[in-house]
């Protein structure tokens, strides 16, 4: 693909999403709905526009990564905190039950090979953060009590997501699993998780005098996206995901974020954090969206054989287990059934992670096309499903103090 071809896919898409994004949000429907939309009519589902090639994958992973920056630096770690234990019960329901389910049906009921089967179970766990995320900020519910313990066991979903992954294709590749290997990884993680916050808040002074000495124009753009993609980076070489680098990034420079080793970033240079929002802002609403776009345009509704009474079977069975394994989820979480259904729906979502886990299955030969096909329908379906539901589900719920 030559330049040229790649800047007017690139304007399409851009000017796609704005357009889809708004016709939803005038039928009262979550923006993220309409880019995703945009996605699958460009893709290989109906137009054929979009091959998600290299270049696009890039702009869409610093589009997610943008927006778990912005998340970060918006969150009340305090109150992440209070909600800590609630979170660690919605994620690990939310890992065990999928993974069990879906192995035992896979394996019991349709017969499939324990491999296949515990790749199906693995596809199921991981909760697409970036789909939950974005619909909680488009009805603007990002800071209600739901939204803190959703985003802390989506986080956590995810780090266990990338472990299965990890140790899935180990026994593939190796015909074993390495103990040692696993348990490295989960040492890497931890420290990663301690460390990653202080790191970034050392920064602060550094941002400051930078922010009030500069000779030139957009010095804090540059510094916090040199920032994000370092953390980002280290985050690859530690073996989780780049997200939680950005993530990591944006709590520490958040408004409320105290550590003993440095006071909040207020403490440096009042309005620092707010200078910072309003500097990337711009860039946030610029590149968020083409991840969404993307990860329409990577669902393939044509490898589905709709006419195939079996995809129907394994289909509508994997897909309810799918959505009421991560219902059953809520149930941890204190308060009324509509806090827990809220709560158990936001995590519905598989998004951009069951999409990889489909890719890595297919090409080390676990999948064959009728599993891959199931696999897409479950993405499509759960992606499409939880934006228009939990709009409807968490009216009324209000902002944490």
């Known amino acids: 693909m030559d330049v040229s071809e790649f800047f007017l896919k690139l304007v399409i898409i851009l000017i796609s999403a704005k357009f889809f994004a708004e016709m939803f949000a005038c039928l009262r429907l979550p923006s993220v709905l309409g880019e995703v939309a945009a996605g699958i009519i460009l893709g290989p589902s109906l137009l054929g526009f979009i ?10 992973e610093i589009g997610i990564l943008l927006l778990l920056f912005e998340v970060g630096l918006e969150t009340d770690v305090g109150q992440v905190v ?6 660690f019960l919605v994620a690990i329901t939310g890992v065990l039950v999928p993974a069990v389910a879906g192995f035992c049906i896979s394996n019991y009921i349709f017969h499939l090979s324990q491999i296949v089967s515990l790749f199906i179970g693995g596809t199921l766990v991981a909760t697409s953060i970036g789909i939950t995320v974005r619909v909680l900020v488009d009805i603007k519910k990002h800071q209600t009590k739901t939204a803190k313990i959703v985003l802390g066991a989506a986080v956590l979903d995810d780090i266990v997501g990338v472990v299965i992954l990890a140790i899935l294709y180990d026994f593939v590749v190796k015909g074993s699993v390495s103990l040692i290997d696993t348990a490295k990884i989960l040492g890497f ?40 993609l ?22 520490a420079l958040a408004r409320r974020f105290f550590l003993p080793l440095g006071s909040t970033i207020d ?8 200078k910072i929002e309003e500097n990337m802002k711009p860039i946030i609403n610029l590149f968020v969206p083409v ?9 393939n509704l044509k490898v589905i054989d709709f006419k195939s009474v079996t995809f129907w079977q394994m289909a509508g069975l994997l897909t309810f287990v799918a959505i009421i394994a991560k219902m059953m989820s809520g149930i941890w979480v204190k308060g009324g059934l509509k806090t827990k259904l809220s709560t158990g729906i936001a995590m519905v979502p598989r998004g951009e992670v069951g999409l990889i886990f489909a890719e890595v299955g297919k090409k ?9 096909a199931v696999i897409v329908f479950i993405v499509a379906l759960t992606t499409l499903f939880t934006p228009i539901v939990l709009r409807f589900v968490m009216r009324g719920e209000e902002d944490l103090p």
């Open 82 to 87: 209070k909600v800590g234990v609630q979170s």
């Open 267 to 274: 403490h440096y240079s009042p309005g620092l954090a707010e």
């Open 291 to 299: 991840f969404f776009v993307v990860v329409g345009a990577s669902i």
């Open 189 to 228: 993680i931890t420290a990663f998780l301690l460390i990653a916050p202080v790191i970034t808040k050392l920064l602060v002074p550094f941002i400051s005098k930078a922010s009030l000495h500069s000779k030139t124009q957009g010095i804090i753009p540059t510094i916090m996206v040199s920032l994000i």
């Open 230 to 251: 370092a953390m980002a980076f280290i985050s690859h070489k530690v073996g989780v995901p780049g997200i939680l680098g950005s993530f990591a990034a944006g709590i």
């Open 51 to 60: 091959k998600v090639d290299a270049f696009l994958y890039l702009l869409a």
């Open 364 to 372: 080390a030969g676990i999948f064959d096309d009728l599993i891959y």
